[in-house]
């Protein structure tokens, strides 16, 4: 699993490669524009030949793009939608210029409370935003569910997945369809993932309604609240309602070792995941990967039943 932690392009984007390398990261996410303007920063090659090489020559080996939480694909507002697929393209662009392993976005909101014809809007829109881009996988990250936004159940993961990618077909915009699993949100949605057996059968279910293979990268954050509070609330690795039994269950998750795993939570002060909580969050996993590893081999050794 490539852990590590959202991190700041300020200064250029070479300087994401630098602070993800300080705090120990495999992997980093970044804002490819400024989360709180619509206006995108627009790389010139040089920028990017010299993020590409810094990759090159650290050992972090995959970057995410975080699309910028303004967007919301399933707005009734025209104007909205229109800047919503304006933004998400250029990002897409964005992460296949810069060798990104996905986009990442909120699917949206249905904040009449109309969910289908949310949901319609917003495949109607990534599906553009995916014809009119090259290469970039998506990411749809399912959501704690306040508010109306779109994604808080595989169910509705799936419904937009369908909807986004032309129903159930494998073309090529499918194929470049993926979800985020924010394990923050599963548990705000109603979904426990506390200990081992309570995270393989969330992930059963999610293979089950969404197809293998289609959980792409990870999000890894505590979460402040309560099992199916359906608030967005962040805590620091294992300092929340999931504790560090329920981050290393995350973490050891089969099927999933091969991913991006990305920290988003307060840290220290406020300032954002640092090195200390990269380095705990790889330690959980360990923990959790030597705990299921006993728990096989005392299976193994138990006689079989008269």
């Not at 705090?23 to 090659?45: D, H, K, V």
């Not at 380095?279 to 959790?288: I, P």
């Amino acid at each position: 699993m490539l852990i590590g932690a959202h991190v700041s392009p300020a200064g250029g984007l070479p300087k994401a490669i630098e602070r993800g390398v300080e705090r120990g990261c495999r992997a980093i996410q970044i804002f490819n524009q400024s989360p709180r303007m619509w206006r995108p920063t627009l790389y010139r090659e040089e920028d990017v030949a010299a993020f590409r090489q810094a990759m090159a020559d650290s050992p972090i080996d995959a970057v995410l793009i975080h699309a910028v939480y303004l967007l919301n694909c399933a707005s009734e507002d025209p104007d909205i939608r229109a800047k919503s697929l304006a933004s998400l393209t250029h990002s897409l662009r964005a992460g296949a210029a810069i060798g990104a392993a996905g986009v990442v976005l909120h699917p949206g909101s249905a904040k009449t409370g109309d969910v289908p014809s949310a949901i319609a809007r917003a495949g109607e829109t990534i599906a553009e935003a995916l014809a009119e881009s090259d290469h970039c996988e998506l990411h749809l990250e399912n959501t704690a569910g306040a508010g109306g936004t779109l994604g808080r159940s595989f169910e509705e993961l799936a419904q937009l997945l369908d909807a986004a990618g032309g129903g159930g077909g494998g073309g090529a915009e499918r194929a470049r369809l993926g979800v985020c699993l924010d394990s923050c949100h599963l548990f705000a949605s109603g979904y426990d993932i506390r200990t081992p057996a309570d995270m393989d059968a969330v992930m059963r279910r999610c293979r089950r309604l969404l197809g293998a293979g289609r959980v792409r990268s990870l999000h890894l954050n505590d979460s402040q609240t309560p099992l199916g509070s359906n608030r967005d609330r962040h805590a620091n690795v294992g300092e929340g309602e999931l504790g560090e039994g329920g981050c290393a269950a995350f973490l050891s998750t089969p099927g999933l070792q091969r991913l991006p795993c990305v920290l988003e939570t307060p840290g220290e002060k406020r300032a954002g995941p640092g090195q200390g909580e990269v380095q705990r969050a790889m330690a959980l996993r360990e923990r959790g990967l030597a705990q299921r590893k006993r728990k096989a081999a005392g299976t193994s050794r138990r006689p079989p039943r008269p």
